[in-house]
């Protein structure tokens, strides 16, 4: 009983000790993204994207308490600690399954949802203020890396802010089935609201292997740890 539950233990504990290192790598990286001004310009992170860095903080933080409490109660032998870490990652699961299961019940609401930011950032197009400048000059950046033009009805969602040199598309060295004509200029033909939805669509089965791969670690450490609290309660 006693090599088993050593074995138990040390296994919780590299197990534990390799998730605190994931969330360790994961809120330094964020952080670093968060405050570093350099590391902002090199990934083109730009401010309205700082609430998804803030979400990684948070999962980060997370999976590096959960970590800590697993590594200490396998060590430590604490059955409270081992219980808290069981309770945490039960409620993540939880919190995964219901995320799924509500995506695909209220898929259309989704999708609804999607148009209505859609057409927010399309005003962002036709606005004058600073902060909508600062996003038309990146979402031309856009524009041109990824051969669109506008987010839901191409050029025409500049409004008047469309000129010359936006979306423009060179019918020389591109395929003649990216432009299309637009108060006298050519331009790209597909809304870049498009292309983005079809880059969700074509990393969605990626996002899932991911979420059934957490999933399956999560389970994996709720066996490990709900074993050894067991093996400590009958010492």
Not at 209 to 232: K, P
């Amino acid at each position: 009983m006693a090599g088993v539950s050593s074995c138990m233990k040390y296994s919780m504990f590299i197990f534990n000790f390799l998730f605190w290192l994931c969330g360790s790598i994961i809120l330094g990286v964020s952080i670093w993204i968060r405050v570093s001004k350099d590391a902002q310009q090199e990934l083109q992170i730009e401010s309205n994207m700082f609430a998804g860095v803030d979400l990684l903080i948070a999962v980060g933080s997370i999976i590096m308490v959960l970590g800590f409490l697993g590594c200490c109660g396998a060590i430590k032998e604490s059955r409270c600690m081992l219980l808290l870490f069981f309770i945490g990652l039960l409620l993540i699961l939880i919190l995964q399954i219901t995320g799924g299961v509500l995506g695909a019940v209220y898929r259309s609401q989704i999708e609804t949802s999607y148009k209505e930011t859609l057409q927010q950032n399309v005003n962002s197009l036709q606005g004058s203020t600073e902060e909508d400048k600062t996003f038309q000059e990146s979402f031309q950046k856009f524009e041109n890396m990824n051969q669109c033009c506008g987010l839901l009805n191409g050029a025409a969602d500049w409004g008047k802010n469309f000129g010359s040199n936006i979306c423009k598309c060179d019918v020389q060295t591109s395929s003649s089935d990216l432009c299309t004509t637009y108060k006298g200029y050519n331009v790209y033909k597909r809304p870049c609201g498009e292309v983005m939805l079809e880059f969700i669509k074509n990393h969605l089965l990626i996002i899932m292997g991911i979420a059934f791969g957490l999933a399956f670690i999560e389970i994996l450490g709720l066996v490990f740890s709900m074993s050894l609290y067991c093996q400590i309660q009958r010492k």
